[in-house]
């Protein structure tokens, strides 16, 4: 499908490190926010008043100008070799190419084969809606309920999903605590509203709800009339019920599972729309808005990615979503500030449990980092947070790192909104933290590219013109 709007709707700001003794939170509330859904609206619809032509609005230029000096089909193709490190062989390195690191497969170890991991809520939230009701407002095919916690599940189409999260015993100001209102809801339950991170919060009777939408490329729409008949299906089906048992693992689910925060949104629809065309590459995507591993109590991604893997058993994990971890961590009762020694040691932890958890569930993982970033202490905080996952990837069998710095870097690591691409120097960057349209296709070939190493895909199809040759393992590699 086309690509709606040139970035995520709720894309979040980026966390900053504090040491006052507050608790680190999701950086989704308050003025700070970089492209709240209402910011980005208004941008999009003030280029389409412009017929999006680059002089209207420059972010807007970067997000949609990009493309048409990229390539004819607006599929700009790379100018370098992209380079592999592996255990057993010495890495190739460049200044224009993301290095990815791998070690062998490890020991398979006995399966979970419960997403709900357990959890009773995310039982009961696969019980609350029907396939009928869902495809009544949503379309179809609608997939089987699907417990991944924190939420129920259900694949849509080939493109987007239905998310169902129930919060026992949680008022709805606990519930929406770290998100701030979008659009307040009447006449839904007690309280209701639409979030900044696109959600639906509602609550009745001293539980609180969730309902999500979400569609590869739909990154404006709101979808506040659907949901809504959805959340009223819901209150009407919502009585506590009995301990439900744990469900029975159903087939396996797309191969590949692309996941992280807003900043893996335009990569995951450039890979999804020009490069998952194989029935091996189908992909389930999701980003969400303003996460990362730094505030589980916002959204807790070492479980979620678990229980994924759980329920679908996707063959690969793709995992982005480090653009909100600049944030100090709680390490042995006091604040640690980004960088510092105890804070490498607690967010490494924090990347090697998901990444040894993910490995023993069956699955490859491809981790990767994030570019420099305008703002100088922002970047200084994602060169931090890359060389702990580069660490760990390099440590953990079964997992890869690449590091989108290398392709779109400017010299010594710098930030740059610019690359050349087909001899065109051409914008990449939407907001000094995101990729535009442009650089989302960019940097989705390179992308492909490991992806199609690390499933050992031998013939694939490759919508954009022809990669130079990768060497990974002292053998070479070309297109098909």
Same mark, same amino acid.
């Given at each position: 499908m086309g690509f709606r709007a040139a970035h995520p709707s709720g894309a979040p700001s980026v966390g900053k490190g504090r040491n006052d003794g507050r608790p680190a939170r999701a950086p989704l509330s308050g003025g700070s926010s970089l492209c709240r859904v209402t910011w980005f609206d208004s941008l999009w619809r003030r280029a389409r008043r412009s017929g999006l032509k680059a002089v209207a609005v420059a972010v807007? !230029?970067?997000?949609?100008?990009?493309?048409?000096?990229?390539? &004819?089909?607006? /599929?700009?193709?790379?100018?370098?070799?992209?380079?592999?490190? $592996?255990?057993?062989?010495? !890495?190739? $390195? #460049? #200044?224009?190419?993301? !290095?990815?690191?791998? $070690? #062998? *497969?490890? !020991?398979? /170890?006995?399966?979970?084969?419960?997403?709900? @991991?357990?959890?009773q809520a995310t039982r009961l939230a696969c019980t609350l809606l029907s396939r009928a009701q869902i495809q009544g407002q949503f379309g179809g095919p609608v997939g089987r309920a699907i417990p991944t916690y924190p939420y129920c599940m259900w694949l849509v189409g080939t493109d987007a999903f239905l998310a169902l999260a129930v919060e026992p015993r949680t008022s709805f100001q606990t519930a929406t605590q770290y998100v701030d209102t979008l659009e307040t809801v009447s006449g839904l339950g007690q309280e209701a509203m639409i979030a900044n991170n696109r959600y639906l919060y509602f609550s009745m009777s001293g539980t609180s709800y969730w309902l999500l939408w979400q569609q590869v490329g739909d990154f404006s729409q709101l979808h506040t009339s659907q949901l809504v008949v959805l959340a009223r299906d819901v209150l009407a089906h919502a009585p506590v019920k009995p301990a439900l048992a744990a469900p029975v693992l159903g087939r396996a689910g797309p191969p590949v599972y692309f996941a992280g925060d807003s900043t893996a949104a335009g990569p995951e629809w450039a890979w999804d729309t020009y490069h998952a065309k194989l029935p091996e590459l189908r992909t389930l995507a999701e980003y969400q808005v303003g996460t990362g591993?730094?505030?589980?109590?916002?959204?807790?991604?070492? /479980?979620?990615? =678990?229980?994924?893997?759980?329920? @679908?058993?996707?063959? =690969?994990?793709?995992?982005?979503? &480090?653009?909100?971890?600049? *944030?100090? =961590? @709680?390490?042995?009762?006091?604040? *640690?500030?980004?960088? &510092?020694? @105890?804070?490498? /040691?607690?967010?490494a932890a924090r990347v090697a449990g998901i990444m040894t958890a993910l490995v023993r569930e069956g699955s490859r993982v491809l981790w990767i980092g994030e570019p420099a970033m305008q703002g100088r202490q922002l970047s200084a905080y994602m060169q931090v947070i890359d060389e702990v996952c580069a660490q760990q990837a390099a440590r953990h069998a079964g997992v890869s790192f690449l590091n989108p710095g290398a392709v779109l870097n400017g010299p010594h690591g710098s930030y740059t909104g610019t690359v050349l691409i087909d001899g065109h120097r051409t914008v990449v960057r939407l907001d000094g933290v995101h990729l535009n349209m442009a650089g989302s296709i960019y940097f989705a070939n390179y992308v492909a590219a490991y992806v199609a190493r690390i499933l050992d895909i031998g013939v694939w199809k490759r919508p954009v013109r022809k990669l130079p040759p990768v060497q990974i393992r002292g053998a070479i590699f070309r297109d098909a």
């Amino acid at each position: 499908m086309g690509f709606r709007a040139a970035h995520p709707s709720g894309a979040p700001s980026v966390g900053k490190g504090r040491n006052d003794g507050r608790p680190a939170r999701a950086p989704l509330s308050g003025g700070s926010s970089l492209c709240r859904v209402t910011w980005f609206d208004s941008l999009w619809r003030r280029a389409r008043r412009s017929g999006l032509k680059a002089v209207a609005v420059a972010v807007v !230029a970067a997000a949609i100008g990009g493309c048409d000096s990229a390539a &004819s089909e607006n /599929r700009p193709t790379t100018t370098s070799t992209p380079a592999v490190t $592996t255990t057993s062989t010495p !890495a190739v $390195t #460049t #200044t224009s190419t993301p !290095a990815v690191t791998t $070690t #062998t *497969q490890p !020991a398979s /170890r006995p399966r979970i084969d419960d997403g709900s @991991l357990g959890s009773q809520a995310t039982r009961l939230a696969c019980t609350l809606l029907s396939r009928a009701q869902i495809q009544g407002q949503f379309g179809g095919p609608v997939g089987r309920a699907i417990p991944t916690y924190p939420y129920c599940m259900w694949l849509v189409g080939t493109d987007a999903f239905l998310a169902l999260a129930v919060e026992p015993r949680t008022s709805f100001q606990t519930a929406t605590q770290y998100v701030d209102t979008l659009e307040t809801v009447s006449g839904l339950g007690q309280e209701a509203m639409i979030a900044n991170n696109r959600y639906l919060y509602f609550s009745m009777s001293g539980t609180s709800y969730w309902l999500l939408w979400q569609q590869v490329g739909d990154f404006s729409q709101l979808h506040t009339s659907q949901l809504v008949v959805l959340a009223r299906d819901v209150l009407a089906h919502a009585p506590v019920k009995p301990a439900l048992a744990a469900p029975v693992l159903g087939r396996a689910g797309p191969p590949v599972y692309f996941a992280g925060d807003s900043t893996a949104a335009g990569p995951e629809w450039a890979w999804d729309t020009y490069h998952a065309k194989l029935p091996e590459l189908r992909t389930l995507a999701e980003y969400q808005v303003g996460t990362g591993l730094v505030s589980p109590e916002f959204f807790d991604w070492s /479980r979620h990615l =678990l229980a994924v893997v759980a329920a @679908l058993r996707p063959r =690969l994990v793709i995992y982005m979503g &480090s653009a909100n971890d600049g *944030q100090d =961590l @709680l390490v042995d009762g006091a604040f *640690q500030p980004v960088g &510092s020694r @105890l804070w490498r /040691r607690s967010y490494a932890a924090r990347v090697a449990g998901i990444m040894t958890a993910l490995v023993r569930e069956g699955s490859r993982v491809l981790w990767i980092g994030e570019p420099a970033m305008q703002g100088r202490q922002l970047s200084a905080y994602m060169q931090v947070i890359d060389e702990v996952c580069a660490q760990q990837a390099a440590r953990h069998a079964g997992v890869s790192f690449l590091n989108p710095g290398a392709v779109l870097n400017g010299p010594h690591g710098s930030y740059t909104g610019t690359v050349l691409i087909d001899g065109h120097r051409t914008v990449v960057r939407l907001d000094g933290v995101h990729l535009n349209m442009a650089g989302s296709i960019y940097f989705a070939n390179y992308v492909a590219a490991y992806v199609a190493r690390i499933l050992d895909i031998g013939v694939w199809k490759r919508p954009v013109r022809k990669l130079p040759p990768v060497q990974i393992r002292g053998a070479i590699f070309r297109d098909a």
